[in-house]
């Protein structure tokens, strides 16, 4: 099996094309067509698997079908390096389908982000804290959201941000 056989964006895959990556691996095999179709799904895999590209490809290839405004896909992430990471890779395969993204987390100052974020961000990568903090400062709100990604759940959850994520559930829309 190869990429092309999904029905993924055009765009995303001449990104993949470009890296020379062809074949998926067994976790984004299995996650990409439940993903593609808008369905829930768990996956759980090493480190190195390519979990990100399993979750990015097909919510990309479902916004590019869709009118998009702000804020209508959310990638939480435990941790700074994380979502800086997540960010990254999300925003090179956005840029091909015309959304932009951004990471939003702690440790640095809010400016960048706060301007970012009332600029418009189709994608929103971040940590639970800060994420909250933007959102009780008014910055951003998820009534166009469609998709919601947690990455690293378990992580995520050892880590004590049950709280934090309820809090972030409370204000995004049920249907996603």
């Not at 995303?12 to 439940?34: D, G, M």
């Not at 369905?39 to 990100?52: E, F, M, N, P, S």
Request: charged fraction near 25%; glycine fraction near 8%; aromatic fraction near 4%.
């Amino acid at each position: 099996m190869t990429f092309d056989e999904f029905g993924l964006d055009p765009r995303c895959l001449r990104v993949l094309h470009q890296q020379e990556i062809v074949t998926p691996t067994p976790v984004q095999e299995q996650a990409i067509p439940i993903a593609l179709m808008g369905r829930d799904l768990i996956g759980v895999a090493q480190t190195g698997t390519g979990k990100t590209l399993a979750f990015a490809l097909p919510s990309l290839t479902r916004l590019a079908a869709q009118h998009v405004t702000r804020n209508n896909m959310l990638v939480l992430a435990p941790t700074r390096e994380l979502a800086v990471q997540v960010e990254r890779v999300v925003d090179q395969l956005a840029k091909t389908v015309h959304m932009r993204s951004a990471a939003i987390y702690g440790g640095v100052g809010m400016e960048k982000q706060t301007q970012d974020l009332r600029r418009g961000r189709e994608i929103i990568v971040a940590t639970p804290g800060r994420l909250l903090d933007h959102l009780g400062r008014g910055n951003l709100n998820f009534q166009q959201l469609s998709i919601l990604i947690l990455d690293e759940a378990d992580r995520m959850l050892d880590m004590g941000f049950l709280p934090d994520i309820r809090r972030i559930l409370r204000q995004v829309p049920r249907e996603r």
